[in-house]
DNA sequence: TCTGGGGTCCTAGGACCC
DNA sequence: TCTGGGGTCCTAGGACCC
């Protein structure tokens, strides 16, 4: 059997788990830059704040105090994350870390004589460590497990624990959900399978196999053979290295100088930089991007992307800046009212494998090494911003909008809670 | 006042090889 | 009457996820 463990409303109940005065309360968590709502208690969707809602349509509830505003904390969410996932190893011989705040347990040849009690076990658990609630689902295969945490959260009466076990159970389930709410069924096919009159979980279950695998692909095959309860998804436990990587931020403002931009460009090529070296990889490709204000649309608007290939393949904070800037340099137009700045690394290896082009300076490449090295190690005892290309610069006029944000309870020595 | 930031996988089609 | 039969690699675009 598989679990699917999952906090529920996950950032709101990291803020709850040190503001316990806010359990009962209509809470929301933005997005960076204070953007839009990403997260929300069941208090606040009671009061009809959707999903996605950009916070200029809250004004009116939050100037009458009536739902409580978090910037969004990643230091905070992270921590209670990995925190919940080290309890949930405890748990199961098996776990997948899926998303910041699902994770996959499977039971592997363990015969349980009462799933639902093991879940009330793990789900009492989290909550007793972490102080974060969760929804549990269990079933045969993971995406089943997914169906059922999407009934638990829903059927309060179960206590937030739903396990599909028997064929009844499992059919009845599925008869109850509409076949947009399958994982792995987003909204271009489920527009599909409701023009040929598939509406629930079990029309799709029950469809020709062959009809499946022509209009949804192999994906779509395997999601129909796992509603059998035949398992076509593995457990993932190793992280695989990632393929892309991305650092973009909106702007606080719109900028139309070149140096503010400029400077947002090295930061997110440093970070990006940093990110290959945790991995331990280096990229050939570096993409940078611009946005202007797409929701402006009587402003000029303007979306540049540019890839450049590095001689050889890197991860040298210097060298990514470098080439991101001369990226930067050819895209830049002025007049331009810019909203966001990205860069992209890509054509990632493992850092042992990289391939040199003929004449490769080896001497300098050596030197870059060791520099980084001393530059992640003065990171990783200062703090991220302790020590920076400078390029980045110090103006910070690129930065996020940020007016809520909670302390770092958990992770920053000065904004621990005293008691 | 004023809308986020990341990722993955699959397929089709083009270009190439013998 | 009527034009072979295999392959690989790369990329863009579309679908999906949190």
Same mark, same amino acid.
């Given at each position: 059997?598989?679990?699917?463990?999952?906090?529920?409303?996950?950032?709101?109940?990291?803020?709850?788990?040190?503001?316990?005065c806010l359990e009962t309360r209509p809470?929301?968590?933005?997005?960076?830059?204070?953007?839009?709502?990403?997260?929300?208690s069941?208090e606040?969707?009671?009061?009809?704040?959707?999903?996605?809602?950009?916070?200029?349509?809250?004004?009116?509830?939050?100037?009458?105090?009536?739902?409580?505003?978090?910037?969004?904390?990643?230091?905070?969410?992270?921590?209670?994350?990995?925190?919940?996932?080290?309890?949930?190893?405890?748990?199961?011989?098996?776990?997948?870390?899926?998303?910041?705040?699902?994770?996959?347990?499977?039971?592997?040849?363990?015969?349980?004589?009462?799933?639902?009690?093991?879940?009330?076990?793990?789900?009492?658990?989290?909550?007793?460590?972490?102080?974060?609630?969760?929804?549990?689902?269990?079933?045969?295969?993971?995406?089943?497990?997914?169906?059922?945490? !999407?009934?638990?959260?829903?059927?309060?009466?179960?206590?937030?624990?739903?396990?599909?076990?028997?064929?009844?159970?499992?059919?009845?389930?599925?008869?109850?959900?509409?076949?947009?709410?399958?994982?792995?069924?987003?909204?271009?096919?489920?527009?599909?399978?409701?023009? !040929?009159?598939?509406?629930?979980?079990?029309?799709?279950?029950?469809?020709?196999?062959?009809?499946?695998?022509?209009?949804?692909?192999?994906?779509?095959?395997?999601?129909?053979?796992?509603?059998?309860?035949?398992?076509?998804?593995?457990?993932?436990?190793?992280?695989?290295?990632?393929?892309?990587?991305?650092?973009?931020?909106?702007?606080?403002?719109?900028?139309?100088?070149?140096?503010?931009?400029?400077?947002?460009?090295?930061?997110?090529?440093?970070?990006?930089?940093?990110?290959?070296?945790?991995?331990?990889?280096?990229?050939?490709?570096?993409?940078?991007?611009?946005?202007?204000?797409?929701?402006?649309?009587?402003?000029?608007?303007?979306?540049?992307?540019?890839?450049?290939?590095?001689?050889?393949?890197?991860?040298?904070?210097?060298?990514?800046?470098?080439?991101?800037?001369?990226?930067?340099?050819?895209?830049?137009?002025?007049?331009?009212?810019?909203?966001?700045?990205?860069?992209?690394?890509?054509?990632?290896?493992?850092?042992?494998?990289?391939?040199?082009?003929?004449?490769?300076?080896?001497?300098?490449?050596?030197?870059?090494?060791?520099?980084?090295?001393?530059?992640?190690?003065?990171?990783?005892?200062?703090? !991220?911003?302790?020590?920076?290309?400078?390029?980045?610069?110090?103006?910070?006029?690129?930065?996020?909008?940020?007016?809520?944000?909670?302390?770092?309870?958990?992770?920053?020595?000065?904004?621990?809670?005293?008691?």
């Amino acid at each position: 059997m598989y679990a699917l463990v999952d906090g529920n409303c996950f950032y709101v109940s990291c803020e709850r788990a040190f503001q316990p005065c806010l359990e009962t309360r209509p809470v929301v968590v933005l997005s960076n830059n204070d953007g839009c709502v990403v997260s929300r208690s069941e208090e606040a969707k009671a009061l009809g704040i959707e999903m996605g809602a950009p916070i200029h349509q809250l004004k009116e509830l939050v100037s009458k105090g009536k739902v409580h505003i978090f910037s969004s904390n990643y230091a905070l969410y992270g921590d209670l994350s990995r925190r919940m996932m080290s309890v949930l190893r405890r748990q199961a011989p098996m776990v997948e870390v899926y998303s910041i705040d699902e994770a996959f347990l499977h039971f592997e040849g363990i015969s349980c004589p009462d799933w639902q009690a093991l879940g009330q076990e793990i789900r009492m658990e989290v909550l007793r460590q972490v102080g974060i609630p969760t929804g549990v689902g269990i079933a045969p295969t993971k995406t089943l497990a997914k169906v059922a945490n !999407h009934l638990a959260k829903k059927q309060k009466a179960w206590g937030s624990v739903c396990v599909l076990e028997t064929p009844e159970q499992i059919e009845s389930a599925l008869r109850s959900l509409p076949v947009g709410k399958i994982w792995g069924i987003g909204r271009q096919h489920e527009k599909l399978l409701l023009k !040929h009159h598939l509406r629930t979980a079990l029309d799709f279950t029950e469809a020709p196999a062959a009809w499946v695998r022509q209009h949804l692909s192999i994906v779509g095959a395997r999601l129909q053979l796992e509603l059998q309860g035949q398992a076509c998804l593995k457990m993932e436990t190793i992280i695989a290295p990632k393929k892309n990587i991305c650092t973009s931020r909106s702007f606080g403002q719109m900028l139309s100088d070149f140096k503010p931009v400029s400077e947002a460009v090295a930061n997110h090529a440093h970070r990006c930089a940093c990110k290959l070296r945790e991995q331990g990889s280096a990229a050939a490709l570096i993409t940078v991007f611009l946005n202007t204000n797409r929701f402006r649309p009587e402003l000029p608007q303007y979306n540049p992307s540019l890839t450049l290939s590095l001689l050889n393949a890197g991860n040298s904070s210097l060298d990514l800046v470098a080439r991101a800037q001369t990226a930067l340099r050819a895209i830049w137009r002025q007049g331009y009212a810019y909203k966001k700045a990205g860069v992209i690394v890509s054509g990632i290896v493992p850092e042992q494998e990289i391939q040199l082009s003929f004449g490769a300076d080896t001497g300098r490449l050596e030197k870059q090494r060791a520099l980084m090295q001393t530059l992640d190690a003065l990171r990783a005892r200062y703090g !991220h911003d302790a020590i920076a290309v400078a390029t980045q610069g110090s103006s910070k006029a690129w930065h996020l909008r940020q007016e809520r944000r909670s302390q770092r309870y958990s992770t920053c020595w000065s904004e621990m809670m005293e008691v």
